[in-house]
């Protein structure tokens, strides 16, 4: 065994490191002083300016008029709707996984809504549906039941705004809850209904609390998210008299002058300590509970039956998922055809105006132009970035290794509005002087998806088994041509996908392009919010309709590439 | 193919590189403005073909102020359109990373314009390189920026569809019951000038807090961003009147059909002002003054008065509306430090 040992690779590690080591180790501590560096860097320019520690930033945050309140009103609609979100999902993900009211487009294109339509458009969308006068769901309720002048609905409110929350965050838990479940031995269950349980009692007493981890994980990522969460209450929080955390750091450094990055930053601390309060709560509740394991490949489970209750079920699913997604696509189409927003419903009058307008007016053309190129390239390499760290990390053991790995999963857990400030902030000063370019906004969105990219580099990686790299070890390749000609080919149907759903991120991102594009280099998320306070709604509807088209398009790519690659599996 | 993945990575990081090296147009050297007559500034400024325009105006002043421009000299106009905000903050990243792009701007927001002018950000201006400014009154020109504009004139738009008489064209009209639940408010803290509309009434010895307060009790249909939104919640008939109403906004809008109203508020009226400066490092320096030039003359002033719906510091000018009577300007600085009282009396916080 000893003599089989792959000797020109001990020796090639031993001697001097090659071209690709190189180049990996650089990128490695490049993209940890991209991440560490503004944020260390605005951390302490805020709180030790000029090595003095000092705590007015916060002083001053807590001063700042009603900030009481908002935070109050963070806290209320991001638990609200987490809460909420958590109980959909996991019902959702009993039913595809556990019972025989299971949708495949359901479980399929549940996960990926939030992808399909933006929650900016969304909300756009939903404003221009249930605006209390003007609504056109409301008028067409005001129609059937023959009431008032206003409502029945209200959009602009805190029940409006935990719905679009709880619609945004669903995914997000129904992901790692339809994953444990589908893997859960359903013996337990079983044996509770031998007991006389029936199945939706068996689910709640039984089912959930085994997959207390996946439950758990979901919420957290569902209040981290929650938080973090900007374009829904920036359209509808101001006519609800809210305003939520997020929304107050882009205030503090957008509106008056000169921006209040002291105060922002503090809030922006604020919004980490209350996710650092949830992780720790989220591995308290891991550790102290007594769970079901999650059974190993061989976990069998029988299917539910729920008989006629089945066809409501999925009525429900469908329901929810055409409120995520088709409704609010339609209001956009609706009013992106019209001359003006107007509350009648008539097909008179219709225009394809807005359109051209999208591809005449310089801001929207080239916003779709540079958002559009910044996500083709951003995805491209932020998911060859994320392969090599993903191999970097999971193919070496030193200190490096370990920061990188950490540092690639920290953007997650910080709120992206705290990362665009310090962004802003230290990338304007020389000798970066990137404000206002697009290697900046590139730079920002590798690190906020970085998590996303890197999670799935690291799932098609370990899906690669190691002979392959090792048999070209052997053979005396050194690791760049491993990695080139056996690792990457392996890897590509996974980063595939991944592309896709990168592209579609990067092009719907909308908070840190709040503060870091500008109207000379525009992006989409950025010409939107202008838009919303100095633009014409019909304009905004139809930019929203062509970049949702764009989204969906790439998710069926995503989607198409995923089941592809199912396919190939099935066959090998 | 070890070179060939060597080279490929090589490649990825050269691009990274370049990309961030490309990012920003920095010019820190400025050329020298003409020290002749007018006539070799404009030579000079053709030879330089180009201006960047940082505006807050809307669209269609800005289309017609640069193809006038640009069909009275040649020289091409790079227009930006800005909210206030976003036009500060651009400007001051700009001045302080060094990387100038602006030339000339138009803002609304005095305290900006001035803090910017007591850092030497702006261009001292003088009549031999802008003639057009011995017309001016002093009351408009500071040495380094003028009050180029006095306008849009704020007011009360409507919804001539549901308010088919009697709108409400006074400040105590606007408390009548018949308006309650039906106003769009435009959010005070959006910009200073619309906190400074705010705070000519709040300072106004007839209106005042009371007024505020009563306002507030009329009860909002709903809360716009700015006027732009608030116009086209009006043509939809999400409320009836919308506070604070501007014609420009409106116009496109009236343009396509949309049923809408305007009228101004007086005694007080409370004024949007515009401001224009030079940057001292303008990397068009005779180019961005030739446009000052003619944004002060009365060709230019004519046309941007009649398309924003302001009136002139000029005064009469032909198809223009006349300066507001009791026009009242509030200090800036007053207006930032009572925006907390404003939204607090008008239940915004």
């Avoid at chain 1, 560096?37 to 300016?49: C, W």
């Avoid at chain 1, 520690?53 to 935070?71: M, N, S, V």
């Avoid at chain 2, 088919?164 to 106003?183: E, F, H």
Wanted: charged share 15%; aromatic share 8%.
């Amino acid at each position: 065994m000893a003599l089989s040992l792959p000797v020109p690779r001990v020796r090639r590690a031993v001697r001097t490191p090659g071209p690709y080591t190189i180049v990996t180790g650089i990128l490695a501590a490049g993209v940890v002083f991209v991440v560490l560096y503004p944020l260390l860097r605005l951390a302490f320019e805020v709180f030790a300016p000029g090595g003095r520690p000092t705590i007015e930033p916060f002083q001053r945050a807590f001063a700042l008029p009603d900030i009481g309140t908002t935070i109050a009103n963070t806290a209320l609609i991001v638990l609200l709707s987490t809460g909420l979100s958590v109980v959909i999902a996991a019902g959702f993900a009993w039913l595809n996984e556990r019972t025989d009211a299971r949708l495949g487009v359901v479980a399929d294109l549940l996960p990926l809504m939030p992808l399909v339509v933006p929650a900016l458009m969304g909300a756009v969308g939903w404003v221009f549906l249930l605006s209390p006068r003007a609504g056109v769901l409301n008028v067409l309720l005001r129609d059937l039941t023959g009431g008032g002048e206003s409502g029945p609905l209200n959009i602009s409110s805190l029940w409006g705004l935990v719905f679009m929350y709880t619609l945004i965050l669903t995914p997000y838990v129904y992901l790692p809850v339809s994953a444990a479940l589908s893997q859960l031995d359903s013996s337990l269950e079983e044996a509770a209904r031998i007991n006389g349980d029936g199945p939706f009692r068996a689910m709640v007493r039984v089912t959930l609390p085994a997959i207390k981890p996946a439950l758990t994980a979901g919420a957290f990522t569902a209040f981290v998210i929650g938080l973090a969460t900007f374009s829904i209450p920036m359209i509808i929080g101001p006519a609800a008299h809210i305003d939520v955390l997020s929304v107050r750091i882009y205030r503090l450094m957008t509106q008056g002058y000169p921006p209040d990055t002291n105060a922002a930053t503090a809030l922006g601390a604020l919004l980490m300590f209350f996710v650092l309060i949830a992780w720790l709560l989220q591995r308290r509740v891991v550790r102290g509970g007594a769970y079901a394991k999650i059974g190993g490949k061989g976990a069998q489970h029988g299917t539910v039956s729920l008989g006629w209750w089945r066809w409501p079920a999925r009525l429900v699913m469908v329901v929810f998922l055409l409120v995520g997604s088709v409704v609010p696509f339609l209001a956009l189409l609706y009013i992106s055809l019209r001359g003006f927003w107007t509350a009648d419903l008539t097909l008179r009058g219709m225009t394809l105006s807005n359109y051209q307008d999208v591809f005449s007016n310089p801001s929207t053309w080239s916003g779709i132009k540079v958002s559009v190129t910044l996500a083709a390239i951003g995805s491209v390499l932020g998911m060859v970035l994320a392969a090599i760290l993903a191999v970097y990390v999971q193919s070496r053991t030193g200190l490096l290794s370990r920061v990188v790995d950490g540092v690639t999963k920290l953007p997650s857990a910080i709120n992206h509005i705290v990362i665009a400030v310090a962004f802003v902030t230290v990338f304007s000063l020389p000798p970066f002087r990137m404000y206002g370019s697009i290697s900046l906004l590139l730079l920002a969105y590798l690190v906020l998806f970085l998590p996303q990219a890197n999670l799935t580099a690291g799932a098609a990686y370990t899906q690669i088994s190691s002979e392959m790299m090792e048999a070209s070890a052997v053979s005396g390749a050194a690791r760049g041509r491993t990695f080139g000609r056996i690792t990457l080919p392996l890897m590509m149907p996974g980063l595939a996908g991944g592309v896709a759903i990168l592209f579609v991120s990067i092009a719907g991102e909308i908070t840190a392009s709040s503060l870091l594009a500008t109207s000379g280099r525009p992006v989409i998320g950025f010409v939107v919010l202008d838009l919303w306070t100095s633009g014409t709604f019909p304009l905004i509807a139809a930019l929203g309709t062509l970049m949702t088209v764009i989204s969906a398009t790439a998710v069926a790519v995503a989607l198409y590439l995923g089941k592809f690659r199912a396919a190939a599996r099935a066959r090998a | 193919m070890k070179r060939r993945v060597s080279v490929a990575l090589a490649l990825l990081l050269t691009c990274a590189g370049a990309l961030s090296a490309c990012g920003s147009d920095t010019t820190d050297s400025t050329p020298g403005v003409s020290t002749g007559d007018f006539d070799s500034l404009v030579a000079a400024a053709k030879k330089e073909g180009t201006v960047t325009w940082y505006s807050v105006s809307a669209p269609v002043t800005v289309d017609a102020i640069v193809a006038d421009f640009t069909k009275k000299y040649g020289i091409n106009v790079d227009a930006v359109r800005l909210s206030s905000a976003p036009e500060a903050q651009r400007i001051s990243t700009e001045v302080k990373s060094g990387s100038v792009n602006v030339d000339v701007f138009t803002h609304g927001d005095a305290s900006f314009v001035e803090a910017g002018a007591k850092d030497g950000w702006w261009a001292t201006l003088d009549t031999n390189e802008v003639p057009e400014l011995a017309a001016w009154s002093a009351d408009f020109v500071k040495p380094s920026y003028v009050n180029m504009s006095i306008g849009p004139l704020g007011g009360v738009a409507y919804n001539k569809d549901l308010v088919k008489s009697d709108p409400p064209c006074t400040w105590d009209a606007l408390l009548d019951p018949r308006w309650k639940g039906q106003i769009i408010l435009t959010n005070p803290a959006t910009t200073a000038a619309y906190t400074h509309f705010f705070d000519v009434v709040l300072h106004s010895p007839t209106l005042g807090e009371a007024w505020l307060t009563k306002f507030k009790d009329q009860g909002f249909a709903t809360v716009a961003e700015s006027s732009v939104p608030a116009s086209q919640m009006l043509a939809a008939g999400e409320g009836q009147i919308s506070v604070i109403g501007l014609i420009p906004p409106m116009q496109p809008l009236i343009d396509q059909g949309a049923p809408l109203g305007f009228c101004a508020l007086d005694n007080p009226a409370p004024a949007f002002r515009t401001f224009a400066a030079v940057l001292e490092k303008a990397r068009h320096p005779n180019a961005s003054r030739l446009f000052m030039n003619y944004l002060l003359s009365k060709e230019g002033q004519t046309i941007y008065a009649q398309k924003s719906s302001a009136a002139s510091p000029l005064g009469d000018l032909p198809g223009v509306v006349p300066m507001p009577k009791n026009l009242v300007i509030q200090p800036p600085e007053q207006v930032a430090a009572d925006l907390p009282k404003i939204q607090s009396l008008l239940g915004l916080s």
